[in-house]
T-cell receptor
Framework: AQTVTQSQPEMSVQEAETVTLSCTYD???????LFWYKQPPSRQMILVIRQEAYKQQNATENRFSVNFQKAAKSFSLKISDSQLGDTAMYFC????????????FGTGTSLTVIP | EAQVTQNPRYLITVTGKKLTVTCSQN?????MSWYRQDPGLGLRQIYY???????DKGDVPEGYKVSRKEKRNFPLILESPSPNQTSLYFC????????????FGDGTRLSIL
């Protein structure tokens, strides 16, 4: 079974500062896909960023970037220049290749951006 | 607008009274899935469907049923709801194939008394 671990239940960051959310996973697969989803108080699930395991280059989407360490099975999310709208629950998710899009989610990190 | 629509958004009901949560997507996605979200547990998959008439169990299928008679619809059925099924439920859909993110509905808050 695949497991995804987010060891930080809650975090906070000052507005305009940088914060890193951690995620580790356990798999014996060589190729897979990793995602970060954001869930604001509105409860919507919003895709933030994705990473293919076979790509060495870390994915970046505007202020969001990842640090993907395949050997360590680590997939952290860095949010730069934090904004009040970044306050949300963040979920890390893992998808194996060729499994019919079955996702495995971590337990989430609640991030609060402090003005 | 591309979307996944769940109904109802909120429901309070009593133990044993059958209920159905509907899910519909307008993106012609083959894959659909149901999750429940509970504090400290993240999202756990209940059932998923790779295509019409193809469904399979996820990690927590007990007490739930699904059907996929049409590509766009994937209802979640609780035949005899119990209080431990009080949760926030999400429907999601995606194209099949690798690297396809899931698109989520807005969630359904179910309270079983």
């Amino acid at each position: 079974a695949q497991t995804v671990t987010q060891s930080q239940p809650e975090m906070s960051v000052q507005e305009a500062e940088t914060v890193t959310l951690s995620c580790t996973y356990d798999t014996s697969e060589s190729n897979y896909y990793l995602f970060w989803y954001k869930q604001p108080p509105s409860r919507q699930m919003i895709l933030v960023i994705r990473q293919e395991a076979y790509k060495q280059q870390n994915a970046t989407e505007n202020r969001f970037s990842v640090n993907f360490q395949k050997a360590a099975k680590s997939f952290s999310l860095k949010i730069s220049d934090s904004q009040l709208g970044d306050t949300a629950m963040y979920f890390c998710a893992f998808m194996r290749e060729n499994t019919g899009n079955q996702f495995y989610f971590g337990t989430g990190t609640s991030l609060t951006v402090i003005p | 607008e591309a979307q996944v629509t769940q109904n109802p958004r909120y429901l309070i009901t009593v133990t044993g009274k059958k209920l159905t949560v509907t899910c519909s997507q307008n993106m012609n996605h083959e894959y659909m899935s149901w999750y429940r979200q509970d504090p400290g547990l993240g999202l756990r998959q209940i059932y998923y469907s790779m295509n019409v008439e193809v469904t399979d169990k996820g990690d927590v299928p007990e007490g739930y049923k699904v059907s996929r008679k049409e590509k766009r619809n994937f209802p979640l059925i609780l035949e005899s709801p119990s209080p431990n099924q009080t949760s926030l439920y999400f429907c999601a859909s995606s194209r099949t194939g690798t690297n396809q993110p899931q698109h989520f509905g807005d969630g359904t808050r179910l309270s079983i008394l």
